[in-house]
């Protein structure tokens, strides 16, 4: 089966500006989440789809940050307007029953200068 | 709220060594506790889950424990060798918040000739 995908695989942006990253998930994988490693700490959870419906958003940063996954399928993750603080590896996973392991991407890199 | 720490890290060995990466956790309510590795600028690969009621994982020349009364677990890898050269992530999934994943920030393991 297909892995977890996402892309960009890089991106470097200026202050102020908006990105948006993607995420497919495994197929059939109902729960999709987003993480974020920032410089030097730990891979930090930021939300929880089931489906299309956000089942628990309480790691997202602040309002800069809007996740949506229309259809249920693949989401994306936009952050407007990016402060460098933003800049980390974002990474993506998903999950057929989360109790049983998840399967991640391979993050995509943002860099805020 | 969990707290998961990772000793040593960063450690070096010579190939062909056994070592011990260690992981620790401050709740002992968990639904699982999952090992990653990570190569740079690489994802997540899943090399091992323990289910709550486990004591132990294998795989290969991989095996982990878990001691969850004590909020311990082990990686035990034999035979290293200079492929296992890479980030290993411990990460568990709480009771009451299953769709998070709580990490440690890793121990850099390098192997040499």
């Known amino acids: 089966e297909a892995g977890v995908t996402q892309f960009p695989s890089h991106s470097v942006i200026e202050k102020g500006q908006t990105v948006t990253l993607r995420c497919d998930p495994i197929s059939g994988h109902d729960n999709l989440y987003w993480y974020r490693r920032v410089m030097g700490k730990e891979i930090k959870f930021l939300l929880h789809f089931v489906k299309e419906s956000k089942q628990d958003e309480s790691g997202m940063p602040n309002n800069r940050f809007l996740a949506e996954r229309t259809g249920g399928t693949y989401s994306t993750l936009k952050v407007q307007p990016a402060e460098l603080e933003d800049s980390g590896v974002y990474f993506c996973?998903?999950?057929?029953?989360?109790?049983?392991?998840?399967?991640f991407g391979s993050g995509t890199r943002l860099t805020v200068v | 709220k969990q707290e998961v720490t990772q000793i040593p890290a960063a450690l070096s060995v010579p190939e062909g060594e056994n070592l011990v990466l260690n992981c620790s956790f401050t709740?002992?309510?968990?639904?699982?506790l999952q090992w990653f590795r990570q190569d740079p600028g690489k994802g997540l690969t899943s090399l091992l889950l323990?289910?709550?009621?486990?004591r132990e994982q294998t795989s290969g020349r991989l095996n982990a424990s878990l001691d969850k009364s004590s909020g311990r677990s082990t990686l035990y890898i034999a035979a290293s060798q200079p492929g296992d050269s890479a980030t290993y992530l411990c990460?568990?999934?709480?009771?009451?918040?299953?769709?998070?994943?709580?990490f440690g920030t890793g121990t850099r393991l390098q192997v040499t000739l």
């Open positions: 323990i289910q709550s009621s486990q």
């Open positions: 709740d002992s309510a968990i639904y699982n």
């Open positions: 996973a998903s999950s057929q029953v989360p109790t049983y392991g998840y399967t």
């Open positions: 990460a568990v999934s709480s009771t009451g918040t299953a769709s998070k994943l709580t």
